[in-house]
């Protein structure tokens, strides 16, 4: 009933224009509503293989963040967490021990959750590219690597959304299945 409602207004409104009704509704109003509408109609998903399990969060109006778990250890880390409580809420259902926070870049659509998820989850490490990044444990560079229990994360150093943009390479030794690539907002053109 309230998403019915809330497409109702919104299409309503939409047909209406910037000159009527809606120019009255303030800004936020109009991005709490665009968002809840669109989070009803995303949901989450996950991709399994025999050694990671990935699920896909939808977090804000147009974002996601990403559970990567290492099915041996059940170990877990959480890219761009800007919305605490929904990761806790997945860290719980899978069953896993959230150690580790990989953040793509500082804006707060991205890193803006990091600070909440040290208050709820005390010791987190906390990875990023740039000092900016909320609630920094370690700032990495350029092939620098970490572990998440048996998996190993490699930095990509990829300043072109920001300066300090980092893209995280997801593998296990020896797999045959296919590596994880977080990219955050990260887009790239390559030519051979």
């Known amino acids: 009933m309230l998403f019915r409602s809330l497409l109702t207004n ?11 009704t809606y120019s009255l509704v303030p800004v936020k ?3 709490q509503a665009a968002a809840l ?3 009803l109609v995303r949901k989450s998903s996950v991709v399994e293989q025999s050694n990671m399990k990935i699920e896909l969060l939808p977090a804000l109006s147009d974002n996601y963040m990403y559970l990567v778990i290492d099915v041996d250890s059940k170990e877990a880390a959480i890219v761009d967490p800007v ?4 990761v806790i809420e997945a860290v719980r259902k899978h069953g896993v021990r ?4 990989l953040t793509t870049h500082h804006h707060w659509d991205h890193a803006g959750g990091n600070e909440k998820m040290v208050r709820l989850m005390p010791g987190l490490k906390v990875y990023g590219g740039d000092d900016r990044v909320d609630a920094l444990t370690k700032k990495v560079t350029h092939s620098n690597t970490l572990k998440v229990g048996s998996l190993t994360v490699k930095c990509l150093f990829t300043p072109c959304h920001t300066t300090g943009h980092i893209c995280y390479y997801v593998t296990k030794e020896n797999s045959t299945e296919p590596p994880a690539v977080f990219t955050g907002i990260y887009l790239c053109c390559v030519t051979y």
């Not at 919104?10 to 009527?20: D, E, I, M, N, P």
């Not at 919305?83 to 929904?86: H, L, M, Q, S, Y």
């Open 29 to 31: 109003v109009k991005a």
């Open 98 to 101: 959230l150690t580790t926070v």
């Open 37 to 39: 509408i669109h989070n």
């Open 83 to 86: 919305e605490p409580i929904k």
């Open 10 to 20: 919104a299409c309503t409104l939409g047909f209406l224009g910037a000159a009527t």
